[in-house]
T-cell receptor, first 109, second 115 residues
Framework: GQNIDQPTEMTATEGAIVQINCTYQTSGFNGLFWYQQHAGEAPTFLSYNVLDGLEEKGRFSSFLSRSKGYSYLLLKELQMKDSASYLCAGLDSNYQLIWGAGTKLIIKP | SAVISQKPSRDICQRGTSLTIQCQVDSQVTMMFWYRQQPGQSLTLIATANQGSEATYESGFVIDKFPISRPNLTFSTLTVSNMSPEDSSIYLC????????????FGPGTRLTVT
């Protein structure tokens, strides 16, 4: 079956770095997405990886290892506004997104 | 990018009634998706709406309960029929991968409460 696993909740300190991990099993693979969702709002796109390696975009970076079925989202210089849920989603061979349950990130001062 | 609007943004409905949610996209897209997100949960795909054909429903969702229309390439509706409190949720429409748009864009959502 298809499955996305990520931690339920993480806590980090303002100004620090946090890494949110995601492991995936999909029928075929057409890429891995990360989304940010603030409470009461719709998810917004953060990153897309389809090749192995690290993609950097400002304070946020995303890494993919296809051989390990593994990705992580790295957030640097954490700000209070980064408190949100982070959703990992794999794109299968039918171009259907398989969603993880999301990781709630709590930032403390 | 795609800009998506949904109406209504929220509603409180009586058990046994139906609500139709509208989704409008600012560009033509082939595939539109309807999701449900219950409090504290991740996204659950209800169905994929293709223009000119019947919607494709995911396991656990049926057309009689969630009829979908897709009259053109920029618009879709989802009806939640014969509602019960278990249908209380946020309903999101989106357009996404496979349509020529790389990432998936979401509408703001419709927050439904059934009493």
């Amino acid at each position: 079956g298809q499955n996305i696993d990520q931690p339920t909740e993480m806590t980090a300190t303002e100004g620090a770095i946090v890494q949110i991990n995601c492991t995936y099993q999909t029928s075929g693979f057409n890429g891995l997405f990360w989304y940010q969702q603030h409470a009461g709002e719709a998810p917004t796109f953060l990153s897309y990886n389809v090749l192995d390696g690290l993609e950097e975009k400002g304070r946020f970076s995303s890494f993919l290892s296809r051989s390990k079925g593994y990705s992580y989202l790295l957030l640097k210089e954490l700000q209070m506004k980064d408190s949100a849920s982070y959703l990992c989603a794999g794109l299968d061979s039918n171009y259907q997104l398989i969603w993880g349950a999301g990781t709630k990130l709590i930032i403390k001062p | 990018s795609a800009v998506i609007s949904q109406k209504p943004s929220r509603d409180i409905c009586q058990r046994g009634t139906s609500l139709t949610i509208q989704c409008q996209v600012d560009s033509q897209v082939t595939m539109m998706f309807w999701y449900r997100q219950q409090p504290g949960q991740s996204l659950t795909l209800i169905a994929t709406a293709n223009q000119g054909s019947e919607a494709t429903y995911e396991s656990g969702f049926v057309i009689d309960k969630f009829p979908i229309s897709r009259p053109n390439l920029t618009f879709s509706t989802l009806t939640v029929s014969n509602m019960s409190p278990e249908d209380s949720s946020i309903y999101l429409c989106s357009v996404g991968p496979g349509t020529g748009i790389y990432e998936q864009y979401f509408g703001p959502g419709t927050r439904l409460t059934v009493t």
